[in-house]
């Protein structure tokens, strides 16, 4: 018997799984699935080829506001694992070391690149996120990708775009 699948398709997740349960609005991006067995998830949808470690731009922020845009929150659907990679150097330590005038420069995934192909260092955390486990993070600010390496089953992830309220989140009772 296989898994027992919780969303049978996009409309399912859309319609029924509000992850925060309103304390925030949120906007489902999508759904992606990766199989097992690779480095990194996110694909070039012009190339078909996977671009590792990047940051994310779906608010264009410039380089003094990029700490500001919205969280994005993935929720592991299953059936198998999958991991997060975090980078140890956000992007605007990183375009700080590239540019000499980084307050004119739109912070984009090329700058990881070009830091390190220069040599700087950029070392990887990698958080294992079980079938219900999920995440929120500024991924327009931390370099940052999924990955299936060394699992054998594949896994669907369901990602939102929020900005979660200035003040502290209710405790519900």
């Known amino acids: 018997m296989g898994p027992r699948l919780l969303f049978h398709t996009f409309d399912d997740i859309r319609d029924r799984c509000d992850p925060l349960d309103g304390r925030w609005p949120t906007t489902l991006l999508g759904c992606a699935a990766s199989p097992g067995h690779w480095a990194t998830t996110t694909e070039d949808s012009a190339t078909g080829r996977r671009i590792g470690l990047h940051v994310d731009n779906f608010d264009r922020l410039p380089y003094a506001r990029r700490h500001q845009g919205r969280r994005r929150l993935c929720l592991n659907l299953g059936p198998g694992p999958r991991y997060l990679l975090i980078g140890d150097r956000d992007i605007q330590?990183?375009?700080?070391?590239?540019?000499?005038?980084?307050?004119?420069?739109?912070?984009?995934?090329?700058?990881?690149?070009?830091?390190?192909?220069?040599?700087?260092?950029?070392?990887?955390?990698?958080?294992?996120?079980?079938?219900?486990?999920?995440?929120?993070?500024?991924?327009?600010?931390?370099?940052?990708?999924?990955?299936?390496?060394?699992?054998?089953?594949?896994s669907v992830a369901a990602f939102w775009l929020g900005q979660p309220p200035i003040a502290s989140w209710p405790v519900r009772t």
Do not use: N
């Not at 700080?96 to 912070?107: C, E, G, M, Q």
């Not at 700087?120 to 955390?125: A, E, M, V, Y």
């Not at 996120?129 to 390496?149: K, M, N, Q, R, V």
């Open 93 to 154: 330590q990183i375009c700080r070391t590239l540019h000499a005038d980084p307050d004119r420069h739109h912070p984009h995934t090329e700058d990881i690149r070009r830091y390190v192909t220069a040599g700087h260092p950029l070392r990887c955390l990698r958080i294992r996120l079980d079938p219900g486990d999920g995440y929120i993070a500024p991924t327009e600010f931390l370099a940052h990708d999924g990955s299936t390496a060394g699992i054998d089953q594949p």
